[in-house]
């Protein structure tokens, strides 16, 4: 019932900028909190940041200072700001959302692909 929706993915050189929206739809309340994951070929889905009903955020230690999450005027929307992109950044960044405090996010997207490279 639940859908969300990346969209911004794209080409980037290395050291461009890229900002990924995210849109959740069909939810009749504000998720607890919402994030950014990424998956690179080969290896395993990794958290990139996330972002609390209030605002707080955490970041991924190989992304802090670079991106930045934020949620959006509407309800259940989030931004990823990526500056100073780097091509290990290169992978399918994936939206995702929880409506609980604490354990596995419940909704995801369905991925946007973001390639860094010259």
């Known amino acids: 019932q639940v859908q969300l929706v990346e969209s911004g993915g794209g080409l980037v050189q290395p050291g461009g900028s890229l900002r990924l929206s995210c849109a959740a739809s069909?939810?009749?309340?504000?998720?607890?909190?919402m994030g950014w994951y990424r998956q690179a070929p080969e290896k395993q889905r990794e958290l990139v940041a996330s972002?609390?009903?209030?605002?707080?955020?955490n970041y991924a230690d190989s992304v802090r200072g670079r991106f930045t999450i934020s949620r959006g005027n509407a309800r259940n929307t989030v931004y990823l700001q990526m500056n100073s992109l780097k091509p290990e950044d290169t992978g399918v960044y994936y939206c995702?959302?929880?409506?609980?405090?604490?354990?596995?996010?419940?909704?995801w997207g369905q991925g946007t692909q973001v390639t860094v490279s010259s």
């Open positions: 995702a959302a929880r409506a609980v405090v604490t354990g596995a996010y419940d909704y």
């Open positions: 069909g939810s009749s309340f504000s998720f607890n909190s």
């Open positions: 972002i609390t009903r209030l605002g707080s955020t």
